[in-house]
């Protein structure tokens, strides 16, 4: 059976847009099976930006799970978000996983925000001041949560949903010297170790839509200024016709 | 006088966490007394805001506002992986 992934991140929606995009998702149903948002879903991450969150994207006919990103951190109330989120049937990863029935296919969801570092040969590592190990270590902990979840997952399908990027191919496009904000090949790497079909992040805004893990893994970066389009859509039967 | 760079870092922070703004993405270049802002933002207000944010931090600098707005347009066919 077809099963038709509708992503987008970064719509950074905020009070004085309310409603603009909803407009977008009209018959979502028919071009998709599920919709996956990775985070950056508000400006400045306040509880008024994630009641329009809540408004845009609630009570569509298809499921949706979203990551939070960086963005919806600003405020200090990612918890509330998520709360406020979830309060409308959005389902919200942190760090976990959930399995979503479509058409008879299990598709299981794994992910969370993620977090930067760089990418290997060129990144930080845990040695020197304790503001630089916390940056460190919290990609760590992130990613061993990941292949702990992926590990434990029981699905036909894997998709892995974040806001930072796991690779630096969808970078592309961004000035080099940021790349370690952007994201850490910490993540590629505890994915690629457990298997997934499909990995979708955002937050590389001038980044590159298509790119691949070491291991092979399609990685689509579904920011919505990269997409310039609603949402993309990535088919994983392909060969059973979408 | 200030060196160039540093009054485009001081805009670029300013842009990023003035609570008008929070916008990460935007490139600023100064040369002389020109002050440049490139990248994409979302609607047409957001765009003016942008420049009204980096007026403020750099005073007497001419503001060039080559910030393009993105049409978000409908979504394509599926890609099939
Ligand atoms: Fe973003
Ligand atoms: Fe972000």
């Known amino acids: ?37 990775a985070g950056d879903l508000t400006r400045h991450g306040t509880l008024e930006e994630g009641e329009v969150v809540v408004n845009e994207f609630r009570d569509l006919p298809i499921p949706v799970v979203a990551v939070l990103g960086n963005h919806d951190h600003h405020s200090d109330k990612p918890a509330e978000i998520a709360a406020m989120l979830r309060d409308a049937g959005i389902m919200v990863l942190h760090d976990d996983s959930v399995v979503v029935e479509v058409n008879g296919t299990r598709l299981g969801v ?3 925000k993620g977090f930067g570092g760089g990418f290997a040969g060129k990144c930080a590592s845990e040695f020197g001041e304790p503001e630089i190990k916390a940056f460190v270590n919290h990609t760590k902990r992130i990613a061993d949560r990941w292949r702990v979840a992926l590990k434990e ?9 974040s806001h930072y990027s796991p690779v630096n191919d969808t970078l592309a496009g961004e000035p080099p010297e940021i790349y370690p904000f952007l994201g850490s090949y910490l993540l590629a790497e505890a994915i690629d170790a457990e298997g997934a079909d499909l990995i979708l992040h955002g937050h590389a805004h001038m980044g590159t839509e298509k790119g691949l893990t070491s291991a092979g893994i399609r990685v689509r970066n579904v920011a919505l200024p990269v997409l310039g389009r609603a949402y993309g859509v990535y088919c994983l039967n392909g060969d059973e016709g979408c | 006088m200030e060196a160039p760079q540093y009054v485009a870092a001081r805009v670029q922070g300013a842009l ?20 440049f802002l490139r990248g994409q933002v979302g609607c047409l207000e957001r765009r003016a805001l942008i420049a009204d944010v980096a ?22 066919e599926e890609e099939k992986l």
């Open chain 2, 16 to 35: 990023a966490e003035d609570d008008r703004t929070h916008e990460l993405g935007i490139r600023v270049d100064v040369r002389g007394d020109q002050l």
């Open chain 2, 55 to 76: 007026a403020e931090a750099a005073p007497g600098l001419t503001i060039h506002n080559e910030l393009s707005v993105v049409d978000v347009r409908e979504p394509e």
């Open chain 1, 110 to 112: 794994v992910g969370g």
């Open chain 1, 1 to 37: 059976m077809s099963l038709r992934i509708a992503a987008v991140g970064d719509v950074h929606l905020g009070v004085d847009v309310g409603g603009r995009y909803r407009s977008h998702l009209n018959g979502i149903e028919e071009k998709a099976d599920v919709l996956l948002l």
């Open chain 1, 153 to 161: 997952l029981d699905a036909d399908k894997r998709v892995v949903l």
